[in-house]
């Protein structure tokens, strides 16, 4: 369970990013694979496979990515699979599960990745009424560009508020010395009135 949610959370905000029809044909594709090949390998329970399916090719399309296992020893996302593999084999495990999601994620990695490039055709395109589904498939904006955003304009409205403010400060200050002008030539005139003596 931790696998299939990590990697299909990774592949569907990645490589599959704004492209949910693509994901869901992905899906498709591994599951109608996995339950034709199923009975000639006497497996009955396909979950594992499909989870193998996708860290397959979310390894695959990230080969520069650095993993380590347990901290022994280190190895780029390729090899992810292969690991796993090995280790399921140690607990005493059978391998058949495991490498059946392999063969159907190196499947779809050829004919979706590396087949197009060589002949410039792509078996694998999402069919039309799939992508019906799915008319308006935006990008997921990330959490931290919204709090951007909304921080941005808040920041905005305070300024234009510490504009005005300034504005009608302003205003006070020029009609400031006219208000207080006729006070102060009154207490002149009543000091210059005073009598003088001598």
Known sequence: MFFL???CKSLEEGS?????????????????????LAPFVSIEFLGSSLTFMMVY????????????????FNFTAP???????????MLGSSPKVDLLGMV????????????????GRRPLKTPGFIQALFP?????????EVVMQQFAADLLHQQQQGDAAGIAGEQ???????????????????VDDRPHTD
């Open 104 to 119: 159907a994620g190196h499947a779809y990695y050829y004919l979706e990745d590396v087949y197009p490039r060589i002949s």
């Open 57 to 72: 090719v979310w390894g695959r399309r990230h080969q520069y990515v650095n993993l380590s296992f347990l901290g022994i």
């Open 79 to 89: 090899y992810l699979p292969w690991v796993l593999l090995a280790f399921s084999v």
């Open 5 to 7: 949610v990590k990697y």
């Open 136 to 144: 308006v498939d935006e990008p997921i904006r990330p959490a931290a």
């Open 16 to 36: 599959f990013r704004g492209r949910s029809a693509d994901f869901l044909w992905m899906l498709l594709f591994g599951g109608t694979l996995l339950t034709v």
């Open 172 to 190: 006070q200050q020029q009609q400031g010395p006219g208000a207080a002008g006729p006070p102060a030539a009154t207490h002149a005139q009543a």
